[in-house]
């Protein structure tokens, strides 16, 4: 069975630091990663998807990184805002689009 | 493009009675999942749906149930409200295995 971790649970930057985001898995037969956002009371939002022939995707401030090897996922945000204050979730799924989500991290950023 | 549309978006109910959760997909979607979220217990996987047949259930007791229809719009059912059953239930849709998941908003559910 899939488990998905997420380490730290929380986490607090000042604004401008680079945030970086790690989220481990057990089996590394995963069809697809996925990073999320999301914000108090809301659903989530769909960040970045990399899929498991991918190494990494890429936008705007965000990088994620994937080592199926390793069991690793990492999210990087570039100098971060406070706007970008949220949990932040991982989810690994296999073949048939079954996602295994994480407990998240909860990220504040200190104007 | 339209997302995934949940409605409604709060509800309050009283223990003992059933609620239905509507989740209409994004256009082209086939596959919805059903997810409860608590403080304690995170995200738990419910249901997943695809073509009106239900593919995956998570570990939930039967008072938990739920359908899709042709159009790929699902509903949930929760019979015989316990407290307990207070989330934000989320649902997602996506292409099949391909394109990740989209979530809906949520529908805030308290029992009371």
């Known amino acids: 069975k899939q488990e998905v971790t997420q380490i730290p649970a929380a986490l607090s930057v000042p604004e401008g630091e680079n945030l970086v985001l790690n989220c481990s898995f057990t089996?590394?037969?995963?069809?697809?990663l996925q990073w999320f956002r999301q914000d108090p009371g809301k659903g989530l939002t769909s960040l970045l998807l990399?899929?498991?022939?991918?190494r990494e995707q890429t936008s705007g401030r965000l990088n994620a990184s994937l080592d199926k090897s390793s069991g690793r996922s990492t999210l990087y945000i570039a100098a971060s805002q406070p706007g970008d204050s949220a949990t932040y979730l991982c989810?690994?799924?296999?073949?048939?689009?079954?996602?295994?989500f994480g407990a998240g991290t909860q990220v504040v950023v200190t104007p | 493009k339209a997302g995934v549309t949940q409605t409604p978006r709060y509800l309050i109910k009283t223990r003992g009675q059933q609620v239905t959760l509507s989740c209409s997909p994004i256009?082209?979607?086939?596959?919805v999942s059903w997810y409860q979220q608590t403080p304690g217990q995170g995200l738990q996987f419910l249901f997943e749906?695809?073509?009106?047949?239900?593919?995956n259930k998570g570990n939930f007791p039967g008072r938990f149930s739920g359908r899709q229809f042709s159009n790929s719009r699902s509903e949930m059912n929760v019979s015989t409200l316990e407290l307990g059953d207070s989330a934000l239930y989320l649902c997602?849709?996506?292409?099949?295995?391909?394109?990740?998941?989209?979530f809906g908003s949520g529908t805030r559910l308290t029992v009371v």
């Open positions: 997602a849709s996506s292409l099949e295995m391909s394109g990740g998941y989209t």
């Open positions: 089996d590394s037969a995963i069809y697809n």
């Open positions: 990399i899929q498991s022939s991918q």
């Open positions: 989810a690994a799924s296999d073949s048939w689009g079954k996602f295994q």
């Open positions: 256009s082209g979607h086939r596959s």
């Open positions: 749906y695809f073509s009106e047949t239900q593919r």
